[in-house]
């Protein structure tokens, strides 16, 4: 079955510590993985997708195939990092192209 | 400026009445969704809909319905509300047919409590 799974419900880390947000999804066909954010008292915004290869406020994401695993990775996380982050799976099979989403994980960053 | 809005952001309502969350987008997007969340919990797809008269149930059971008249307007409605319903209600939506996958757009939720 279709599956994303965080870890962690909660990380918190230094200003200036780097900081990593692991995800694992289970998926049969081959996978589009986005991380989605939502700061306080705001939407649930799109960060960062996969086939992007891009880096968004310093932010980037691997895909790996063989552990199953979309980590997101900051080497310098800053107080304005502090934020929930939701993985997602784009499904194609019986909802027809929608995400699925993990529990997230809410990041803590102190000064 | 395109926008999503969700009415009313706040929302308690007594045992067995008949409410309806609204949804509206200014995105000029065909897709819209509706998702369920508990506090600490994924986000749980219960409706999505294409386009105008196009609805179907998500991955999460629900007993909810939606209807799609127009295209901007998709509100979800609950015949009987219940205490089990108590939950944030997410609307997103989102262009239809991108080659690489959907980025949603979500509106700011709106949080029901029946009491």
């Known amino acids: 079955a279709q599956r994303v799974t965080q870890p962690e419900k909660l990380l918190s880390v230094f200003k200036g510590a780097p900081v990593e947000l692991k995800c694992n999804y289970s998926y049969s066909g081959s996978p589009e993985l986005f991380w989605y954010v939502q700061y306080s008292r705001q939407r649930l915004q799109l960060l960062l997708r996969h086939i992007s290869r891009e880096s968004i406020k310093g932010f980037t994401a691997d895909l790996n195939k063989g552990e199953t695993s979309f980590h997101l990775k900051k080497p310098f996380a800053q107080e304005e990092d502090s934020a929930m982050y939701y993985c997602a799976l784009m499904n194609y099979g019986g909802s027809q192209g929608n995400l699925i989403f993990g529990k997230g994980t809410k990041l803590s960053v102190k000064p | 400026e395109a926008d999503i809005y969700q009415t009313p952001r706040y929302l308690v309502i007594g045992t067995g009445k008949k409410i309806t969350l609204e949804c509206s987008q200014t995105?000029?997007?065909?897709?819209m969704y509706w998702y369920q969340q508990d506090p600490g919990m994924e986000l749980h797809l219960i409706h999505y809909?294409?386009?105008?008269?196009?609805?179907e149930k998500g991955d999460l059971s629900s007993e909810s319905t939606v209807s799609r008249i127009r295209t901007e307007h998709f509100p979800l409605t609950l015949e009987s509300a219940r205490p089990s319903h108590t939950s944030q209600y997410l609307c997103a939506s989102s262009e239809y047919g991108r080659r690489w996958g959907d980025e949603q757009y979500f509106g700011p939720g709106t949080r029901l409590t029946v009491t």
């Open positions: 995105m000029g997007h065909d897709k």
């Open positions: 809909s294409y386009g105008v008269n196009s609805t």
